[in-house]
């Protein structure tokens, strides 16, 4: 009878030690539960092997330490959690993890539990395939060259780095692009004022998350051209453009005053500068302009600046060789000063005409208030005429626009400007 209570007494104890031995084991084993509220998200969550990842937390405790582990049990990070309940950790993946998905655990080591997240690893293979030019390569005018990236990997690049090189010297660089896998992206690069001569374009995209993409040597595309010269001679004015403002005048339109065409045009120049514009029998005064043969632009330097006030136009001639000459003039006046300006013009020479004149020609004068060379292949001048149909004008005084390439031919058959 001892023996049977002895024996039970003993089956008791043990028994009640080997629980406790369970309690206290299980007291002191880690991620034994999941915190409930609490989240915890991957960015990325796909890349290569040996990418940099940030690990976001919300809902956990205030002041605990979280420890990331990677699911063999390698520490990645520890971090403290906000006063706001959340977290964040960058980490990097190990550089030896194969494809496919993997666990990241965020243990609170405080609170004793955990939230587990998958990042997925595969590879990055971006290729450059071409460089294109969007426009023909012009001297002094912008292009844009494209180029065309292919990501053959398996998850999307989260981030790369891009760099235009420009003859050796890096012209641009960028990052922080997103190619999905399998999918091809475009990049442009424009380059402004091209100058002649043979250059050198290189287009480079790299990996940003410390470990080189699979196809990197691919990523290297390099083009060389020669920008062709544009259809006309823009001068140093080569894409620019730009207008004054000026005020029409007309010449009185009959027979006796055909020739006024040196104190009309003296009246548009002259409103862009003031409003007190004098009249058209004043400046023919001043002009010693002739019924028969017109006026001669010398006599009109000085009636110009005294309406205007002062002494800035004077007697200039574009080289009949170059038209570049006169596109600097036209340029620096109207661009740079915000001034028109005054040009001897014949009306008809071979098969060109200025506009509206189809059967007189004359030495004529005209004022030019505008240009536009943003085109490689044609250029526009701005010009009013202030002729009447009496003298041969057609379509009657106004405001009239012109292919320069044509506008430059009748300059050069009375080629003097004031300017």
Known sequence: ?????????????????????????????????????????????????????????????????????????????????????????PFTVPSNATQGAHTVTFTDQTARYFIPATFTVGT????????????????????????????????????????????????LYGGHYSIPAGATDTHDHIWSNLTAGQHTLTFIANYDHGVPETNYNNNKVTITFTPHQPGYAPGNYAGKS?????????????????????????????????????SINTLATEEKTNNSTGTLMVNMVTPI??????????????????????????????????????TGILTIYGTNHLNGWKTVVAKHIITIYGFNFTSPTTG?????????????????PGPQTIDYNVFWSLVKQNDVQLS
């Open 305 to 342: 600046n005294k309406a205007i006030g002062q002494g800035y136009y004077s007697i200039h001639y574009a080289n009949l060789n170059s038209q570049a000459d006169l596109s600097n003039m036209i340029g620096h006046d109207i661009l740079d000063n915000h001034h028109p300006l005054i």
């Open 380 to 396: 526009y001048i701005y010009y009013y005429d202030t002729s009447g149909t009496v003298a041969g004008q057609t379509l009657g």
């Open 242 to 278: 730009a207008t004054v403002s000026v005020v029409g005048y007309s010449e009185p339109n009959d027979y006796t005053h055909r020739n006024w065409c040196g104190p009309g045009a003296s009246q548009v120049l002259i409103s862009a500068w003031t409003s007190n514009v004098p």
């Open 124 to 171: 990055i293979d971006l290729q450059t395939l071409r460089i294109v030019a969007l426009q023909p390569p012009t001297v002094g005018y912008s292009t844009t060259f494209r180029a065309y990236i292919r990501n053959n990997g398996t998850v999307a690049s989260g981030s790369f780095n891009i760099q235009w090189i420009v003859d050796g010297t890096t012209n």
């Open 1 to 89: 009878m001892l023996q049977s209570v002895f024996r039970r007494k003993s089956i008791f104890a043990m028994m009640s030690v080997l629980l406790l031995a369970m309690l206290v084991s299980l007291t002191t084993l880690p991620h034994i539960a999941f915190a409930q509220g609490s989240t915890v998200s991957l960015s990325p969550s796909t890349g290569p092997a040996g990418a940099t990842v940030t690990g976001t937390g919300s809902n956990w405790t205030a002041g605990d330490a979280i420890l990331v582990q990677w699911e063999d049990g390698t520490n990645l990070a520890t971090t403290t959690v906000q006063s706001t309940g959340k977290f964040t950790v």
